[in-house]
Every structure is written in structure tokens, then in C-alpha cells.
């Protein structure tokens, strides 16, 4: 669509005019922002459009909403080129004073709207106090893992009157006179998250419920809680979303009295995760008037019984349930294949009882499914492979790591019969390369796991990289038939390949990674542990994948300054680098360079 920006000059040299420069002065600033919209997911290309010309440096300037800096730092010299931001991720800044809030108040004052703490500290009551004073139009605040924030704070950030969504998560500080500021101030809210935050009892959940009438998701996990709480939460009437994962203090003989006062609700999510004290009376005190339920997570809990699979009968817009590492009874099994609902989503990772009988029963019920998860369910075999293919023809994700029983012959069914998956997870298990070579049919195919899959090779990979162009995210680590072809042959047939996890194959060599730098839109790479790669191969990576932000070279012996140092210089998207390599001191330039010029300022 456009030139080759490499030879382009910065934005700070002067520009020269040429007849295509005046020939994009005609173009509206409408139509620069609809190329601009095109180009969201990409940072790479919005850089190098910001470099055509002046005009479409300014136009990319302006059109920019989000930012996502790796030096708080340079907020004050890059603010005045965006001057358009609505949302601030400070993820990646782990200190953040109150000047730098304060520069943030001042900059984008009318327009920020979200901003994201979760990771930030350094920062006081007087940096709050001046964001939430200053952003009127602040509507999501992320503070979570504040685990030094107090009900000050929390006073401060009642402040937000227009707050819609509130992240708490591990603010282990806060108390029911904090999150009561909250409640009273910040009657807007939407969403609240205070997962973890220990101190909170049912006095102050009970005041969120009270003020905050416009609640569609609450997440309570592992809080101090009892079902004292219950009753004005399932009485807000735009609730969709309930988390009540690990709440001990939640079981069924207090939730019996919740029953009889229980009115219709708008609830469609409830998660009830390790919450193993709640049984099937509990389940049915709680969700009786829950009649748009269609979500539910029931993991790490109770036995699914034919009296808990029966509480859910009728429940007709049910559409996804996760029971992992629950134990299943054959009579539950046959309950929920009874059920009014057509499920979309099951997953029974983990589960005690998953036999080939099992899911026969249910993916016969239940063929409208789309996605299936039985990680680890290692009493199935062929037989179940047969069933999940011949009746759900329309999935599009299966995981079935660890399913050590399910012979090779099995998983060329996968191929023949499920023509719309697009993830796929077969980590550890027994697929050869006829297996590889059915699944290579899947064109859709995004996401494909083959992590310790011993019985592989690269003429297996060779089928996958001919028939699955789309293959975005591939896991090979620890399949140790996997040699530098296989490596060039995804390379070359698998355009689209963001992530590849290669770790601990001793027979990939840097011709692999040379292979490897031509996908342009690699952005992870898991190499650790490959004792034959050399700083010549990771060069190769630092130079042609230029979006690559998550790299690691744990254990790769042979990478000295030579492949450090490209990489500082030319990976300007790293954000996460492993490389725990054995220290060494001819090493240590290379690795201070890294440090140094490493990390640079990246938009999102």
C-alpha cells in the first residue's frame, strides 16, 4: 500500500516535497483516519505511515487514542504530539510519581479516558486526587495489585463521578469504610472487580449493592463474605455478571433462606468456582429467578450429581458450563444430556469420571457445541475421538492435552470430520505424522499446540505448513523430531505466525531462526534451552521481525554480545525478554545494551 519506509528520514529531519506529497494533500482527513482505523492492530505500520510525510505525521498524531509507554518519563515530550488520548496503559511502568499523574492531568485533561495503574507504584493521594479532579471524563481506573493503597486512596477516587469501571484486585488494604466512599461517590459504576481484597466484608459489598444501582458486573472472588450480601446484589436489576469464585463463607444452609426471597434477575454469568461448600441446594437457592442464565462455572467443586445436573433442567438459554476437576457421576452425565439447553461450550478439564461412554452421551445431546475442553481426561480413547467428531462437526476449538490413551489412528478423524476448527491443543500426545498431515485440512486453523508430541516430524509439519496458512500461534516445544525443515517449511507456508515456541529442541540450529525472521508479524519466540543456537541466528530475528515484543533465550549457551547487541538496536517493540543466560564477562556488553537501549517508548 505504501513505500519502503526503512529509507524514510525521522519526523526531526526536514521533509522534501515531492509530487506525492501534493498528491496526498487532497486526501480528507476522514479518509486518513479510515486508513489510520486500519491499522490499529499494527504499531510497526502506523509508525512508518507517520513517516510518508508531514501531513500524514501530524494526521497520525492526532488520530492516535491510545498509548502504552514503557518510560513514564517520556510522557511530557511525547504529549504534545498526541494530544487526542482517551487511554493510558502504564502497564509497563512500574514507578509512577505524582508529577508525572499531574503532567498526565495537564495534557490530557478533556480527553482521557481510561487509564491503567495495575502495575504503577510511587504514585500518592496527590496524583489521584489530581487525575480525578482534572479527567472529568474518566470512566475506567485500573488499580489492581495497589497493595499499599489505603482508604484514602479510596476517598480520593470517589471523586470520579463519571467512573463506569473500577479494578481492585489484590488491594489487600483497602476496608468496608474505603470501598463505602466508593459506593457513595462513584454511583455510575458498572463494573467492579475487588477480587482478593481481604478485607472487605458483607457490610461493604452490601453498600456497593445499595449505591451503585447501575452494576452489570461484580467480581467478589475470594472474599470474607457470607450469602448476608446475596440478597441486595441479585436484586440490581441490570446485573449481568456474578464472580463468587472461592467465597468459603457462602454455602447451602445460608443460601436456603436466599430462596424464598429470591425475585427474577437479569443474571447471565455466575461463577461459583472452589466453591465446594455449595451443593446442589445451594446451586438452586441461588439461581432460582436467574432465568436468562447463560454462563456458569461450577470448577473445583462439588461432584456433579444427578440432583445438581437436574437443578440446571431447565435453564433453556444455557450455553456454556465449566466443570473442571470436578468428579462426574454416569447418572450426572446422563442429567445434562437431558437438559433443555443445546450447550456451545463445555469444558471438563480435569475431570474425575470422563470416560468414552461419558462423552458419547453428551456430544450426542449436545452437537451444536463449539468449543471443547478435555485437558487431561486420561481414561478416553479412540472411541471418544469418534463420537466428539461424528456429532460436533461444527467445533471450532478442542483441548485435549494429555489424553495419553487416544491411539495415533484417532486423530486423523480430527481432520476428516471437523473442517472449522481453528485452535487445536494436542500437547503430549500420541499423533503422528498422518495425524498432521488430516489436520492440515483445517484451513481455518489459527492455533495449533504440538508440545511434547514425540511421534512428529517435519514431514508432519510440512502438511500443517501447506494446508493451514492462517496458523498464528504454534507450540513445538520438547517435540524433538522437529529439525531447522520443518522450521523453514512454517516459515515459509504460515505467513500470518505471531507466536512459535520452539524451546528444547536440540536440533534447531540458527538456520531456524534465520527461516523464522522472515515472518514479519512475529511477534513471540520461545527458544530457550536450544543449545545450538547461536547470536547469528538471534541477529537474523533482531533485524527482519521488527513487531517482536516477547523473547526468550533462557539456556541458549552460545548467544554473546554479537546477538545482544542487535537486539537493542533493532527490536524497538521488546518488552520481555528472558535470557538468564550463564553469566559470563565477555557477555556483559552486550547484555548492558540491551537494558539500555532495549526498551523505547511504544503506542498501542
Given at each position: 500500500?505504501?513505500?519502503?519506509?526503512?529509507?524514510?528520514?525521522?519526523?526531526?529531519?526536514?521533509?522534501?516535497?515531492?509530487?506525492?506529497?501534493?498528491?496526498?494533500?487532497?486526501?480528507?482527513?476522514?479518509?486518513?483516519?479510515?486508513?489510520?482505523?486500519?491499522?490499529?492492530?499494527?504499531?510497526?505500520?502506523?509508525?512508518?505511515?507517520?513517516?510518508?510525510?508531514?501531513?500524514?505525521?501530524?494526521?497520525?498524531?492526532?488520530?492516535?487514542?491510545?498509548?502504552?509507554?514503557?518510560?513514564?518519563?517520556?510522557?511530557?515530550?511525547?504529549?504534545?504530539?498526541?494530544?487526542?488520548?482517551?487511554?493510558?496503559?502504564?502497564?509497563?511502568?512500574?514507578?509512577?510519581?505524582?508529577?508525572?499523574?499531574?503532567?498526565?492531568?495537564?495534557?490530557?485533561?478533556?480527553?482521557?479516558?481510561?487509564?491503567?495503574?495495575?502495575?504503577?507504584?510511587?504514585?500518592?493521594?496527590?496524583?489521584?486526587?489530581?487525575?480525578?479532579?482534572?479527567?472529568?471524563?474518566?470512566?475506567?481506573?485500573?488499580?489492581?495489585?495497589?497493595?499499599?493503597?489505603?482508604?484514602?486512596?479510596?476517598?480520593?477516587?470517589?471523586?470520579?463521578?463519571?467512573?463506569?469501571?473500577?479494578?481492585?484486585?489484590?488491594?489487600?488494604?483497602?476496608?468496608?469504610?474505603?470501598?463505602?466512599?466508593?459506593?457513595?461517590?462513584?454511583?455510575?459504576?458498572?463494573?467492579?472487580?475487588?477480587?482478593?481484597?481481604?478485607?472487605?466484608?458483607?457490610?461493604?459489598?452490601?453498600?456497593?449493592?445499595?449505591?451503585?444501582?447501575?452494576?452489570?458486573?461484580?467480581?467478589?472472588?475470594?472474599?470474607?463474605?457470607?450469602?448476608?450480601?446475596?440478597?441486595?446484589?441479585?436484586?440490581?436489576?441490570?446485573?449481568?455478571?456474578?464472580?463468587?469464585?472461592?467465597?468459603?463463607?457462602?454455602?447451602?444452609?445460608?443460601?436456603?433462606?436466599?430462596?424464598?426471597?429470591?425475585?427474577?434477575?437479569?443474571?447471565?454469568?455466575?461463577?461459583?468456582?472452589?466453591?465446594?461448600?455449595?451443593?446442589?441446594?445451594?446451586?438452586?437457592?441461588?439461581?432460582?429467578?436467574?432465568?436468562?442464565?447463560?454462563?456458569?462455572?461450577?470448577?473445583?467443586?462439588?461432584?456433579?450429581?444427578?440432583?445438581?445436573?437436574?437443578?440446571?433442567?431447565?435453564?433453556?438459554?444455557?450455553?456454556?458450563?465449566?466443570?473442571?476437576?470436578?468428579?462426574?457421576?454416569?447418572?450426572?452425565?446422563?442429567?445434562?444430556?437431558?437438559?433443555?439447553?443445546?450447550?456451545?461450550?463445555l469444558s471438563l478439564s480435569k475431570c474425575v469420571g470422563v470416560t468414552d461412554?461419558?462423552?458419547?452421551?453428551?456430544?450426542?445431546?449436545?452437537?451444536?457445541?463449539?468449543?471443547?475442553?478435555?485437558?487431561?481426561?486420561?481414561?478416553?480413547?479412540?472411541?471418544?475421538?469418534?463420537?466428539?467428531?461424528?456429532?460436533?462437526?461444527?467445533?471450532?476449538?478442542?483441548?485435549?492435552?494429555?489424553?495419553?490413551?487416544?491411539?495415533?489412528?484417532?486423530?486423523?478423524?480430527?481432520?476428516?470430520?471437523?473442517?472449522?476448527?481453528?485452535?487445536?491443543?494436542?500437547?503430549?500426545?500420541?499423533?503422528?505424522?498422518?495425524?498432521?498431515?488430516?489436520?492440515?485440512?483445517?484451513?481455518?486453523?489459527?492455533?495449533?499446540?504440538?508440545?511434547?508430541?514425540?511421534?512428529?516430524?517435519?514431514?508432519?509439519?510440512?502438511?500443517?505448513?501447506?494446508?493451514?496458512?492462517?496458523i498464528k500461534e504454534l507450540d513445538l516445544y520438547r517435540s524433538t523430531g522437529?529439525?531447522?525443515?520443518?522450521?523453514?517449511?512454517?516459515?515459509?507456508?504460515?505467513?500470518?505466525?505471531?507466536?512459535?515456541?520452539?524451546?528444547?529442541?536440540?536440533?534447531?540450529?540458527?538456520?531456524?531462526?534465520?527461516?523464522?525472521?522472515?515472518?514479519?508479524?512475529?511477534?513471540?519466540?520461545?527458544?530457550?534451552?536450544?543449545?545450538?543456537?547461536?547470536?547469528?541466528?538471534?541477529?537474523?530475528?533482531?533485524?527482519?521481525?521488527?513487531?517482536?515484543?516477547?523473547?526468550?533465550?533462557?539456556?541458549?549457551?552460545?548467544?554473546?554480545?554479537?546477538?545482544?547487541?542487535?537486539?537493542?538496536?533493532?527490536?524497538?517493540?521488546?518488552?520481555?525478554?528472558?535470557?538468564?543466560?550463564?553469566?559470563?564477562?565477555?557477555?556483559?556488553?552486550?547484555?548492558?545494551?540491551?537494558?539500555?537501549?532495549?526498551?523505547?517508548?511504544?503506542?498501542?
Open positions: 500500500m505504501f513505500p519502503n519506509f526503512e529509507s524514510i528520514p525521522s519526523p526531526n529531519k526536514k521533509f522534501k516535497t515531492t509530487p506525492m506529497d501534493r498528491s496526498f494533500d487532497h486526501l480528507t482527513e476522514e479518509i486518513i483516519f479510515a486508513i489510520l482505523d486500519h491499522l490499529h492492530d499494527d504499531p510497526f505500520s502506523r509508525k512508518s505511515f507517520s513517516l510518508v510525510s508531514k501531513s500524514f505525521y501530524a494526521a497520525e498524531s492526532l488520530h492516535r487514542k491510545s498509548l502504552r509507554p514503557l518510560h513514564s518519563d517520556r510522557i511530557p515530550t511525547v504529549s504534545p504530539r498526541y494530544p487526542s488520548i482517551s487511554k493510558l496503559d502504564l502497564t509497563l511502568c512500574p514507578h509512577v510519581e505524582d508529577s508525572f499523574l499531574i503532567s498526565v492531568s495537564s495534557a490530557w485533561k478533556t480527553t482521557l479516558r481510561s487509564i491503567d495503574l495495575s502495575r504503577s507504584r510511587s504514585f500518592s493521594n496527590v496524583g489521584l486526587s489530581n487525575l480525578v479532579t482534572s479527567c472529568t471524563g474518566l470512566v475506567e481506573i485500573n488499580l489492581s495489585n495497589g497493595v499499599a493503597l489505603t482508604d484514602s486512596v479510596m476517598k480520593v477516587l470517589a471523586e470520579a463521578k463519571n467512573l463506569e469501571k473500577l479494578w481492585l484486585s489484590r488491594c489487600k488494604s483497602i476496608t468496608d469504610m474505603g470501598i463505602g466512599c466508593v459506593a457513595v461517590g462513584c454511583k455510575k459504576l458498572k463494573l467492579l472487580c475487588l477480587n482478593w481484597c481481604l478485607h472487605i466484608t458483607d457490610l461493604g459489598v452490601g453498600l456497593i449493592a445499595t449505591k451503585c444501582k447501575e452494576l452489570r458486573s461484580l467480581d467478589l472472588s475470594f472474599l470474607t463474605i457470607t450469602e448476608k450480601c446475596l440478597p441486595p446484589i441479585l436484586q440490581l436489576q441490570h446485573l449481568e455478571e456474578l464472580i463468587l469464585e472461592e467465597c468459603h463463607g457462602i454455602d447451602d444452609e445460608g443460601l436456603e433462606a436466599l430462596k424464598r426471597n429470591c425475585k427474577r434477575n437479569s443474571l447471565k454469568l455466575l461463577n461459583l468456582s472452589r466453591c465446594p461448600s455449595i451443593s446442589h441446594s445451594g446451586l438452586s437457592s441461588l439461581i432460582n429467578g436467574s432465568e436468562d442464565l447463560q454462563k456458569l462455572n461450577l470448577s473445583y467443586g462439588s461432584s456433579i450429581t444427578t440432583d445438581m445436573a437436574k437443578c440446571l433442567h431447565s435453564f433453556s438459554g444455557l450455553q456454556s458450563i465449566k466443570l473442571d476437576c470436578c468428579s462426574l457421576t454416569t447418572s450426572g452425565v446422563k442429567a445434562i444430556a437431558n437438559w433443555r439447553a443445546s450447550l456451545k461450550e461412554e461419558c462423552l458419547s452421551i453428551l456430544v450426542q445431546k449436545h452437537k451444536q457445541l463449539r468449543k471443547l475442553d478435555i485437558t487431561c481426561c486420561r481414561k478416553i480413547t479412540y472411541g471418544s475421538i469418534n463420537s466428539i467428531t461424528s456429532s460436533c462437526s461444527f467445533l471450532v476449538s478442542l483441548k485435549m492435552e494429555s489424553c495419553t490413551l487416544v491411539p495415533r489412528e484417532a486423530y486423523v478423524l480430527i481432520g476428516q470430520r471437523c473442517p472449522y476448527l481453528e485452535e487445536l491443543d494436542l500437547t503430549d500426545n500420541e499423533i503422528d505424522n498422518e495425524g498432521l498431515k488430516s489436520i492440515s485440512k483445517c484451513s481455518r486453523l489459527s492455533v495449533l499446540k504440538l508440545g511434547i508430541c514425540l511421534n512428529i516430524n517435519d514431514d508432519g509439519l510440512s502438511h500443517i505448513a501447506s494446508g493451514c496458512r492462517k522437529i529439525t531447522d525443515r520443518g522450521i523453514a517449511a512454517i516459515a515459509g507456508g504460515c505467513p500470518a505466525l505471531e507466536m512459535i515456541n520452539i524451546a528444547y529442541n536440540d536440533k534447531i540450529t540458527d538456520s531456524s531462526l534465520i527461516s523464522l525472521s522472515k515472518c514479519l508479524s512475529l511477534k513471540a519466540l520461545e527458544i530457550r534451552g536450544c543449545c545450538c543456537i547461536s547470536s547469528v541466528g538471534l541477529s537474523a530475528i533482531a533485524v527482519g521481525c521488527k513487531q517482536l515484543t516477547v523473547l526468550d533465550i533462557k539456556n541458549c549457551v552460545n548467544v554473546n554480545d554479537d546477538g545482544m547487541i542487535p537486539l537493542a538496536q533493532f527490536s524497538h517493540n521488546l518488552k520481555q525478554a528472558r535470557s538468564y543466560i550463564l553469566y559470563r564477562p565477555e557477555n556483559e556488553f552486550g547484555i548492558s545494551c540491551t537494558a539500555k537501549d532495549g526498551p523505547h517508548l511504544v503506542a498501542d
